[in-house]
């Protein structure tokens, strides 16, 4: 199978030589792409279905690339619906300033999933201007910071060609919810319903905090109690989340969008998986990650997209294709009147079952 490498900015001799290190090992194996028009043309013609995508962005100083923004206006366009169906993607962002790397690299990591597009754990490499990011790993590998970047997209590219394991055997559901008023619940019970006994699910509440926060243990003193099954502050969360978390193949986030964010519960749990991350970092990547989240008038998708942040950038949790159900309801028991929604959550649990490889 190809590597498809598609080239998006102006470059860099940086971001060069950090690809070379790809361009060698794949050599004929590898297919380039430059810039958005031959993206848009190669989308256009259903050439990138089915494929292994590596997407390399370098974004000026001020963090707006023009070409990025044209490949956001195709992967998001919903008149083209599911532009990269079955394919695997990883991206790679090289900024010329310490900041928007992550930005941009989350935004392209949603567009490109919502339009068809996996995404294995830790899909994102991004080089800041002065690549200070990279110095915990070239003190690991033993190299200097640049070395680090090259070694990073290697590995990022090698991860894009491993074939995908999938199971949704036991599904884990953690919600904050009021059964009665919210939404997002009524909304998760009708996926349940669809799924109709195809997979164990285990749902967990985190209302009235049952989860203390994070308090930044010692990196050591963290990873000693996640070898464990423990954390610090103990509770609920090792008592029952962790135990969970370990035996899913399927972690499904029931999120109202409390101000253009997750809840305050559902970022503590988000917060507290650190320790059983840093023991079982490997596990985690092969455990698939969804999200069910309904706003009361927009921003969904600001809230995918910090869920991506969280959990499928920085917690290695596999980003299966369209991995969000986003709906807008406001009054309670409104999501039930919402036009076509029994079909779109039967086509969401449809798709978390593995029926189908995108809505």
């Known amino acids: 199978m190809e590597l498809c490498l ?26 380039e ?23 390399a962005v370098h974004i000026p100083a001020a963090g707006v690339e023009a070409e990025l923004y044209e ?17 695997v993607g990883g991206v790679i962002i090289d900024g010329e300033s310490e900041l928007y790397t992550k930005d941009a690299g989350r935004r392209l990591i949603f567009a ?16 800041t201007g002065s690549l200070r990011n990279f110095k915990v790993l070239a003190r690991l590998w033993q190299t200097d910071l640049a ?15 491993a074939k995908p394991q999938r199971s949704a055997e036991h599904i884990l559901v953690i919600h904050a919810g009021n059964r009665a008023t919210s939404n997002s619940l009524a909304l998760w019970h009708k996926v349940a319903a669809a799924l109709g006994g195809r997979a164990e699910i285990e749902e967990i509440s985190v209302r009235n905090g049952q989860i203390w926060d994070c308090r930044g243990c010692k990196y050591e003193e963290c990873k000693h109690f996640g070898e464990q099954g423990n954390c610090f502050y103990g509770g609920v969360m090792t008592e029952k989340v962790y135990p969970a978390i370990l035996r899913a193949d399927v972690l499904v986030l029931v999120c109202p969008n409390y101000n253009d964010s997750v809840s305050a519960n559902i970022m503590a749990f988000i917060n507290r998986l650190t320790a059983v991350f840093r023991a079982h ?6 455990k698939q990650l969804y999200a069910v989240i309904v706003s009361g008038y927009s921003g969904g998708d600001l809230v995918a997209q910090q869920i991506i942040g969280a959990l499928n950038i920085n917690k290695n949790f596999a980003l299966p294709p369209s991995f969000a159900l986003l709906e807008t309801a406001n009054d309670p028991g409104e999501i039930e009147a919402a036009a076509g929604i029994d079909a779109r959550a039967a086509q969401f649990a449809a798709q978390i079952a593995g029926a189908q490889d995108c809505r």
């Not at 001799?13 to 590898?30: S, T």
């Not at 430059?34 to 089915?50: I, M, N, P």
């Not at 996996?118 to 899909?123: A, I, Q, Y």
């Open 281 to 286: 970092d490997v596990s985690f990547s092969q």
């Open 33 to 55: 792409i430059c810039g958005a028009k031959a993206f848009s043309a190669a989308a256009e013609s259903g050439k990138l279905r089915g494929k292994r995508l590596l997407f």
């Open 71 to 87: 490949a956001l206006g195709l992967l998001q366009d919903p008149q083209r619906p599911h532009t990269l169906a079955g394919s």
């Open 147 to 161: 070395g680090a970047y090259r070694q990073s997209c290697r590995l990022l590219a090698d991860k894009i060609m």
């Open 6 to 31: 598609v080239k998006l900015g102006a470059g860099s001799e940086r971001l060069a030589l950090a690809l070379g290190g790809v361009q060698e090992a794949y050599g004929e194996r590898l297919q």
């Open 112 to 127: 490109a999933n919502m339009a068809g597009c996996r995404f294995p754990g830790k899909p994102l490499v991004e080089a």
